[in-house]
């Protein structure tokens, strides 16, 4: 995301919004590095109900959480109910991180 995305585009108008939450041991909130995405257009979150991933999961099919999934969408898009229209969506986050810059190149 950082080297595909943010130092790619520097000029782009991109809002990127992380959610951080516990699934793992190391994931507690003290132990996030939120410096990892250290840019003006991120803004990170900590959901320690996991509320944001059990809403995807519910809204997407997954069921369960999702985590470590990346949501892609365009300068068009709204939230009212759901949001959309949805670009791209996968994950894991680095193991995605090729589509999610595809997809996002052909927005800019």
Same mark, same amino acid.
């Given at each position: ?74 300068? !068009?898009?709204?939230?009212? !109910? ?27």
């Amino acid at each position: 995301m950082r080297s595909n995305i943010l130092q790619k585009y520097p000029s782009s108008d991109v809002r990127v919004y992380v959610v951080w939450f516990n699934m793992l041991p190391a994931d507690s909130r003290d132990l996030v590095d939120r410096k990892v995405l250290n840019d003006h257009r991120v803004v990170n979150y900590y959901d320690p109900n996991r509320v944001v991933g059990t809403w995807f999961a519910e809204h997407t099919g997954g069921g369960g959480i999702v985590w470590d999934a990346y949501f892609l969408y365009g300068a !068009d898009a709204t939230w009212t !109910d759901q949001p959309g229209p949805l670009v791209s969506s996968g994950g894991t986050v680095i193991g995605s991180s090729g589509d999610l810059a595809a997809a996002f190149g052909k927005l800019v």
